[in-house]
């Protein structure tokens, strides 16, 4: 697995970098870690990067990825959130295809990989993420509805990971999806990775 090493040298132990130069090259290394499109596609060849999504995420936009609907971009940034680099791509012809093997198209697949302050703040909301699952099934988050979670594996990403099988009602297409979660944390990366299939 790759490392954030190339990230660490522009932040300090506590300290949130401020200088533009900084700032540009501390998000081109998390661009450099999130998995690119042609890997992707290597496997996936219907999905292609969804328009307008991705690239590098304010702490607001990645609220819209938590699992908590109310979390905020302010909730992100007293959590420890820096920076945050995102790919999606999307295959809207395996979502509404009759194809019998549509099952093995997934239609949607994000990975993030967000910089933390500290390792111990990236370790916290990654537990969050995980424990929010179960805490909000059944709940209508306003888009989905999580209608079950199931472990699929031990993980030993990092120092705080978990890999999930979660069933869900699209709210206002009448459908129901399978995503599988892998979410972990290395030092101070959290890195969620969702694949939407039927």
């Known amino acids: 697995m790759r490392t954030f090493e190339p990230a660490r040298e522009f932040l300090g132990s506590t300290s949130e970098p401020d200088a ?15 998995l690119d499109a042609e890997t992707v596609q ?9 328009r307008g999504a991705g690239g590098n995420l304010t702490p607001a936009a ?11 971009g302010s909730d992100l940034t007293r959590a ?8 999606s791509l999307r ?11 549509r099952d093995d198209r997934p239609f949607s697949l994000d990975n993030t990989v967000a910089l933390f302050r500290t390792e111990q703040e990236a370790r916290a ?5 995980i424990d929010d699952l179960s805490r909000f099934l059944g709940t209508d988050l306003g888009e989905i509805t999580i209608g079950g979670v199931e472990e699929i594996e031990g993980s030993d990403l990092g120092s705080a990971s978990g890999a999930f ?3 869900a009602r699209i709210i206002g297409r009448g ?6 979660l892998i979410w972990s944390s290395r030092g101070p990366i959290f890195s969620p990775l969702m694949v939407v299939g039927w």
Do not use: Y
């Open 20 to 34: 533009t130069g900084e700032i540009e090259a501390l998000q081109s290394a998390l661009n450099s870690l999130v």
């Open 42 to 50: 290597s496997r996936f060849p219907g999905l292609t990067p969804e």
């Open 62 to 72: 990645m609220a819209e990825n938590s699992t908590d609907p109310n979390d905020t």
């Open 80 to 87: 420890g959130l820096v920076a945050t680099h995102q790919t």
């Open 91 to 101: 295959g809207f012809l395996a979502m509404f295809s009759d194809d019998q093997r």
């Open 125 to 129: 909301f990654t537990r969050k993420q």
């Open 165 to 167: 099988k979660v069933t």
């Open 175 to 180: 459908f129901n999806a399978n995503a599988s």
